[in-house]
């Protein structure tokens, strides 16, 4: 390579670096960190955006609910994804924070297939998590012992399912996972395993339970026949740059609505026939 050559493509590289620092700088990158039950929405939601807005970029990372929230607070990332409405996280202050609610997501207890059973009542899979029951056999099932794996204490999946399941009350100590996904797997893997997961995790490898014989569909967390379910937040500053408005918009948009959304296995927040507040309390 001549040394005209050499100079000129390292002037090219220049102009190209500077050119994405300057992309970055007008708020053309922006990050979405925090829930692993929103995760696969939003992050095929920002490959979508992506493809129809060249130089735009959407970093999407999981972590909890806990740490998206904490971190949109502090101003790290501009939209934190959440299980949890931001009032029931200890230390973030929710009137400091714009609450974009994108979708709902349905959590159920998922079983190693080979447990022997279908149907549980809610006192007794609360007593499954506080170990009072320990063998499926008790349940009705195989003579298998019970093998509880909890999400990590930052998880609004675990947050929701303790809230209408645990009802207050502490759950025995065991396995904890990051990842929905990871949970999934060791369950799957796992002889005697329970955990719980958004809908959107599961898959023909694990089996979910019916609790006190009500499904767990859709069509019953619209109605609240199902109640173990938590509104997708995507929190933001009260007045988030364009960038990151737009997003917001795009994911809240009729076409993402009525077809990924729903293709993911979330539901729409306008099919819900009830609405809920932070503290459970249904409001309509």
Request: glycine letters at 8%; one cysteine or more; a negative charge.
């Amino acid at each position: 390579m001549t040394k005209k050559i050499l100079l000129a493509t390292i002037f090219s590289l220049s102009i190209l670096i500077s050119g994405c620092a300057k992309w970055v700088d007008q708020g053309e990158s922006i990050t979405a960190v925090g829930s692993s039950a929103l995760q696969p929405l939003v992050e095929s939601v920002a490959e979508e955006f992506q493809s129809n807005n060249p130089g735009k970029f959407i970093n999407v990372q999981g972590g909890g609910s806990g740490t998206g929230l904490s971190q949109v607070q502090a101003g790290a990332v501009e939209i934190g994804n959440s299980d949890l409405f931001a009032e029931e996280k200890s230390g973030i202050d929710a009137t400091k924070l714009e609450d974009h609610r994108v979708a709902v997501v349905g959590i159920t207890p998922i079983v190693n297939p080979k447990v022997g059973i279908k149907n549980i009542s809610l006192a007794n899979l609360k007593k499954v998590f506080t170990g009072e029951i320990t063998n499926w056999k008790e349940l009705g099932g195989t003579d298998t012992p019970i093998v509880l794996l909890n999400r990590a204490s930052g998880s609004g999946t675990r947050a929701t399912f303790e809230k209408w399941v645990m009802d207050g009350q502490e759950a025995k100590q065991a396995q904890e996972q990051d990842s929905s996904g990871m949970v999934r797997q060791i369950v799957k893997d796992t002889a005697g395993a329970i955990s719980y997961v958004a809908f959107s995790y599961v898959t023909s490898d694990v089996q979910t339970l019916s609790i006190d014989g009500v499904k767990p569909t859709d069509e019953n967390v619209m109605d609240n026949k199902w109640i173990i379910w938590s509104y997708e937040h995507m929190y933001t500053k009260k007045s988030p740059d364009s960038l990151t408005q737009s997003f917001i918009e795009y994911i809240l948009s009729d076409e993402i609505q009525e077809n990924l959304v729903t293709k993911l296995g979330y539901i729409p927040v306008s099919k819900m026939t009830v609405q809920r507040d932070w503290e459970g309390n249904l409001i309509n």
